[in-house]
């Protein structure tokens, strides 16, 4: 899955305000002074530019489309980024930093342990000695209760959106199926597209483990954004790890 109509709908969906709370969270598990920062899984760029206040930041993206996106909003903020193109599981073509960032639940895009420590170790390697990765991903609660049958629906004046979610294939995996309805002059009427985004967690226990497996070391989980202790009723973990 590439995101591709969603790119265009993606910044007006997304709450402003969590972009804030992930760079506080980076900002206090890693002093930003002279760091380095690949954020992985960059998005439309919205949180690569805020790091950029404090880090020295590049931005990589499986999207094309999102990094489009992410180049215009760094050029209006005034903003000199590097944005590349790239899976999580193959940086092989960059170079090494002080911090590595994956956050928005991107890490649960990934369709098994395997490619789960894929993308660690892929992490591990292009950290410099001591250096942090930092990740989120959905909580097994925001997986099996919170996720099925959700639905949501976006207007504008020229396109329409739809959002559904219902229980997948194997154990705390999610299925987002994503219609969109945009106008087309070409046919005087809607041209539609629909997106599935599948999503898959884990018991915290087995994210620890793979990090450590990896050679991961001082690893750490919180929710809220570092501000709590992960509890049964938590939607979003926080891991830190060091190299």
């Known amino acids: 899955m590439i995101y591709n109509s969603f790119a265009r709908v993606y910044s007006e969906l997304m709450d402003d305000s969590l972009y804030s709370k992930w760079a506080q969270y980076v900002e206090n598990q890693v002093s930003p002074e002279g760091k380095s920062l690949l954020d992985v899984a960059c998005g439309t760029g919205d949180l690569t530019i805020l790091l950029a206040d404090k880090f020295q930041v590049t931005g990589t993206d499986l999207s094309d489309e999102m990094l489009k996106i992410a180049a215009e909003k760094a050029q209006k903020a005034s903003k000199s ?30 369709k098994d342990e395997d490619e789960l420590a894929v993308a660690f170790n892929q992490a591990f390697e292009h950290l410099n000695d001591g250096g942090k990765y930092l990740f989120d991903a959905h ?21 329409a959106f739809m959002w559904n979610s ?23 009427g809607y041209s539609v597209n629909t997106e599935l ?18 050679g991961f070391k001082n690893v750490s989980v919180t929710a809220e954004f570092g501000e709590s202790s992960v509890k049964d009723d938590s939607t979003r973990w926080f891991f830190s790890a060091e190299k």
């Open 166 to 188: 219902f229980e997948g294939e194997y154990p705390h995996s999610i299925e987002h199926e994503l219609t969109f309805f945009n106008w087309n002059d070409k046919i005087q």
């Open 81 to 110: 980024i590097p944005f590349v193109q790239s899976n999580m599981m193959d940086l092989y073509d960059f170079d090494k930093f002080d911090v590595i960032t994956c956050f928005d639940d991107s890490i649960c895009y990934l």
């Open 197 to 214: 985004h599948k999503e898959r967690t884990y018991p915290v226990e087995t994210f620890i483990t793979i990090l450590k497996d990896i």
């Open 139 to 159: 909580s097994l609660y925001q997986m099996d209760e919170v996720f099925p049958g959700y639905m949501f629906n976006h207007r504008t004046e020229d396109s």
